[in-house]
């Protein structure tokens, strides 16, 4: 099994759209447009074994200081082989390279997380401006059961 990853283009957008639309429709992650995969198209990371996509992710930037790893997705045939944790990885490394102090993640896979040196911290740190840019958009707002956590770069 060759796994590679790269960063994406406009070429992979439907792709990308098709692989996590199970996750989209169930409420696990946040649905993103077209246009929107297209403004952020640079945020993404592509994992590809033998040449099919299995997996992305997105280093999205807040603030000087604080990013947010999001819209993780690995196909479930294909997970406990790393990916998504090397997708995480190269996030932080991406963050570090740009000189983010923190990164952020809302997930409902805390665990995953805090294996990577995330720590849970209160909802009602998270900024503002992410409450009413992409959680109001959440069919699950504002009852929301996503945990919070941040890791220090």
Known sequence: ????????SLKNIEAMQKLVSPEVESGVILE????????????????????VLVGFCALH??????????????NEKFRG????????????EEGRNL???KLLSL????????????IEIPKESL??????ADCIKCKHFPICNEVSLIKNL
């Open 61 to 74: 930037i807040h603030t000087t200081s604080l990013g947010e790893v999001r819209s993780l997705i690995v």
């Open 127 to 132: 900024p503002e401006h992410k409450i009413w």
């Open 32 to 51: 993103r447009s077209s246009d929107e995969m297209s403004t952020n198209i640079r945020s993404y990371t592509l994992a590809y074994v033998d040449g």
């Open 81 to 92: 082989n790393r990916i998504g944790e090397n997708l995480v990885l190269s996030c932080v």
């Open 107 to 118: 997930t409902y896979k805390q665990s995953f997380f805090e294996n990577l040196g995330f």
């Open 1 to 8: 099994m060759k796994i590679e990853y790269i960063k994406a």
């Open 99 to 101: 000189g983010l102090q």
